[in-house]
């Protein structure tokens, strides 16, 4: 229920995302690419002739100015009409945003003296340009320059990496709650244990409810992504239990979601997925009623 696709930085298109899912056996997936609704109709089509039910999604990237400056939340938003009008005006203006702000990176780049063209890096992008781009770009000019991708993130791509600028547009939080209910979707924040930026993420949850958001995203691949790799069953579980705790409390609706991005990570897809029962909770909260998708 959290899914990437090549319309943002995953490597499968929203077609073999579709035909992945059939051969696990999931009957539901949500197709949720970075700031772009773009895969959602091929997926949703592919979905019907193959009898999978595909969630129209997004995650909206947001730089909020509210928490502290640079921290990214990611809020995601399931069963949207992806055909709202004001939802994709918001989407072309961060996705605008982001390809001046991709530019600007691969030119401190160049300043610096790595080997990596923009001609190149937006060849690979087949919707939104995001990072990961720029990094499998320079990884293949510059061999022997960074031991791992990971190296050039930390010394150039992350927040305080040499090369990070800031997107010039960002939504808030409650601007990005906003648009995704407007979009009749449920505004759901994503992987709350991974914002270690964040100083007091229960107390920004608590305000996030209080704004409007409906959902937490419980269930999630912390042990194979940033800044938890490696985190230990013990240690994940403790950090599940604990968000899970806090969505109790705050009465928010639980989501589970692999963050699947395809090849270049050992994340299955359907891993920490839901259960029949959460998935019809979730799609309870949605006051858009999915036609393309009768199942
Ligand atoms: P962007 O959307 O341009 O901000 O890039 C975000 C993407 O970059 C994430 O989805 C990750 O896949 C990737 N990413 C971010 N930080 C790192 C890191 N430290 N190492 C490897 N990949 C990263
Ligand atoms: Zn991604
Ligand atoms: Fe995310
Ligand atoms: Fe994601």
Redesign the pocket.
Known sequence: MHI?STC??GSFTPREVVELAMQKGLKAIAIAD??TVEGVAEAVAAGQERGIEVVPAVEL?IQNEQEKDFV?LHLLGYFIDHQDEELNDVLDRIVQA?IE??IRQIKVLQDDGIDVSVEEVFSLVKG????????EVVMRRNPGRFAS??EL??EY??VDGKAYTKRSFSLTLAEAIKVVVKAGGVPVLAHPGAYDKVKDIEAMMCRAQGIGLRGLEIAYTYNKN?PHHGLAAAEMQALLARFKALADELGLVQTGGSDF?GEG?DIELGEMGMDYVEFQELKAKSSFIDTLSPL
Not at 128 to 135: C, L, Q, S, T
């Open positions: 990437h943002s930085d970075h700031d990237s990214e982001r702000q991709k939104v340009p995001g990072r990961p781009h720029i990094a991708k990971e993130f930390a791509l992350t940033r991005h990570k």
